[in-house]
């Protein structure tokens, strides 16, 4: 059974972008504030902030619509990453097979957090990717002792 520490308060907030290239940096400034207020390791916001830039990213290259991306941290001390936009486009594939800059972005995910799932987003938005990574809080850190550099753990689940 996992207890919440009391200095730990669920907090959420969100983002409503266009679909345009200056949507990703736009979402990493916004989310980097949340993290900041949030006490996450530089390790953590580097690790979230590279989730929230991929799924992001997807969205703007590979989906229709505006795009709501969302940031929370609920009372174990997870960050949820949420990206909801308009569904699929149906570009036309040129079958190069060509490994270049592209084509890399879950696969970043799936290292960072191991796990991240994508389904069916509520009205007006068609298609949700999401990821969740466990953190290693300030509140959850032990209180005494020399602490080590330790990568944090990271877990996904899809959010409520």
Do not use: K
Not at 79 to 108: A, C, F
Not at 139 to 150: C, H, L, Q
Request: aromatic fraction near 4%.
């Amino acid at each position: 059974m996992t207890t919440s520490h009391p200095a730990l308060q669920r907090s959420r907030t969100s983002l409503y972008l266009a679909r345009r290239p200056s949507a990703c940096p736009r979402a990493r400034r916004w989310a980097a504030a949340a993290l900041q207020r949030w006490e996450a390791t530089g390790q953590e916001r580097d690790d979230v902030l590279l989730v929230m830039s991929e799924l992001v990213t997807n969205a703007i290259v590979h989906a229709t619509g505006p795009i709501r991306a969302h940031l929370a941290r609920d009372t174990a001390g997870r960050i949820h990453v949420q990206v909801d936009d308009g569904g699929p486009t149906h570009h036309g594939d040129d079958g190069d097979g060509q490994d270049d800059e592209h084509g890399r972005g879950l696969g970043i995910v799936d290292h960072l957090a191991h796990h991240h799932g994508h389904g069916p987003a509520p009205y007006p938005y068609r298609c949700r990717a999401w990821a969740v990574l466990t953190t290693t809080h300030p509140a959850t850190r032990p209180a005494a002792g020399p602490r080590t550099e330790v990568p944090a753990a990271r877990t996904l689940e899809p959010t409520a």
